[in-house]
Structure formats: C-alpha cells, structure tokens
C-alpha cells in the first residue's frame, strides 16, 4: 500500500467537501444506522480513509476530518491550537449527530478526537457512543518526541526518516521538502503544544489500538485511557511499527467493525432528529 500522508497527488486536490470544509463523506449517499467520523494523523489528510467505506463490514456512513492546508484545503493556513482546531470540528458536526456515531483517530487524530468530545460535551451536543484511539497514549502523557518539531530541515528529515516511514523519493529532494515538511511540522506542533487538563472523564467505552513495534507507545500510556472514561476500555495489539494501520489494516478494520457493531446492537433507535444542532445554533451556544 503506498504512503498516502506524504503523496503529493492529495495536496492538490480540490474536491468540493459534502457538508463543511472540515468534513469530507467517503460513504455513498444512502441511509446508514450509524456514522463513523475518522481524524487523520499528523502530516495526513482525509483521502487516508477513502477506501474504508468497502472494507468496513458494518452499516456505518464514513466522514473524515480535514485540516486546513491539506487536500482541498491545501491554500488554507495550517492550524497549530488545539482549541481552535476541536472547537471548530465540533461546530461542523453538529447537524450530523442525529443517530449513533463513533470516533476513530490514529496517533494525532486520536488527541484532536479525544478533544473534539470534549468541546462537544462542553457546548451540550451528544457525544460519541465509541472512540476508538489507534497508536496514541492517554492525552495525560506528554507526547513522546516533543521537540522534534522545533529541529532544523535536515536533521527533522533525519528524525522523519527514521520513525515515520516517509518514502526516500521525498526525503531525498530538498526541493520538495517546502511542500510536505511545513504541514508535518505544523501537525507536531499540535501534539507538542498540547497542555492536558483534567475534566471528568467520558462515559462511552474506548477501543485502544497499538502496534507491537510502535515507540511511540508504552503500556502505562495505553493503560491510561481508563482514566479517561468511566466505561470500560478494550486494548488490542496488532503487528507492525507506529503505522500498523496500513501493514495490520484488514486486522485494525475488524477490531473497528466488532465496535460498530456492538455500538448499533446496544443503541438502537435512541438517537433521533431532535438531537441534531444547526450551525447557526451551535454558534449561539
């Protein structure tokens, strides 16, 4: 499977989004029982969940998180405030929180999702029956590489060569490094800026998934998201590194399709369109 976060094809890509610039939909337009929003990962983009929508074995309708600087939004500014970035995901969601729904994020993407729940909570809108976190500790623990962001060119693409697995024909080329390396650094900052607070914890059960060869994991972090929840949580270790989503991701669908599956049978109908907000009355909130 090629490296889809660093790919050039998707920076330029301008597809019109469904619904928000910060929500583009991978599912067909029919009726679902559930939703699956999905957060991409530090230097990604939402084309890294395109292809799900056929591989996922449950009735779910797929949306993926767009951050600025990326994709379609390739000439918005790049975004480095976790506030800024959950307040304004939270906003775009609300008319879509009318029946059952799940977050999954893998790595960045489960700390912008893990927040995005709390803003959600915050402003009184209804809040996932699931998350999902994929190779990423309790936001409790401080991000294992912080400082790496703040490395100059050469030995920042020294550091990304080694742990994040970007392909040699874009390390190898200064040329490119303006194209790539400034959504990658932004990204970074947002885990390396984050500052946790405690809050009581969520009430949904959490999925933590984790790659039996990922060093930016450790078990006390995995272990952590218990104290963020007051449900249970399920770890499952699959095989490969800090992307064991594309080397396992047949492994990592199932685990999410058990989760979605258990989300509709233990929901039902509970979920109705009086729960679904407008934008223009979560801007009054």
């Known amino acids: 499977m090629p490296w889809l976060p660093y790919g050039l094809g998707s920076m330029m890509d301008h597809s019109q989004p469904n619904h928000s610039p910060w929500l583009i939909r991978h599912s067909a337009a029919v009726p679902a029982k559930a939703r699956l929003f999905c957060f991409h990962h530090a230097g990604a983009d939402a084309a890294m969940f395109r292809l799900w929508p056929d591989r996922l074995m449950a009735e779910a309708e797929l949306w993926a998180v767009q951050l600025p600087g990326r994709g379609y939004r390739f000439s918005e500014p790049l975004l480095t405030d976790m506030g800024e970035i959950s307040g304004a995901i939270a906003a775009a969601l609300a008319p879509l929180l009318d029946r059952p729904f799940a977050f999954f994020g893998h790595s960045m ?13 915050r402003l009184g809108l209804p809040q996932p029956d699931r998350l999902i976190v994929s190779g990423r500790n309790a936001p409790q623990f401080q991000w294992v ?10 030995e920042f ?10 392909p040699e024909t874009l390390l190898q080329d200064p040329d490119l490094w303006e194209l ?6 932004a990204d970074l900052t947002i885990s390396a800026d984050y500052l946790h607070q405690d809050q009581r914890p969520l009430t949904c059960p959490i999925l933590v998934l984790s790659g039996a060869r990922d060093r930016l994991v450790h078990s006390a972090g995995l272990a952590g998201w218990q104290r963020q929840t007051s449900h249970r949580i399920r770890r499952v270790m699959l095989a490969g590194d800090h992307f064991f989503l594309q080397h396992s991701e047949q492994d990592l669908l199932r685990e999410v399709t058990i989760e979605l599956n258990q989300l509709l049978d233990q929901t039902g109908d509970h979920h109705d369109q009086g729960h679904a907000f407008s934008k223009d009355q979560v801007d009054h909130l």
């Open 109 to 121: 993407g489960s700390l912008i999702g893990f927040n995005t729940i709390r803003e959600l909570r």
């Open 145 to 154: 590489d912080r400082g790496m962001e703040l490395l100059p060119d050469a």
């Open 157 to 166: 693409v020294a550091a990304v060569r080694k742990y994040y697995g970007v």
């Open 180 to 185: 790539w390396l400034p959504r990658l650094r």
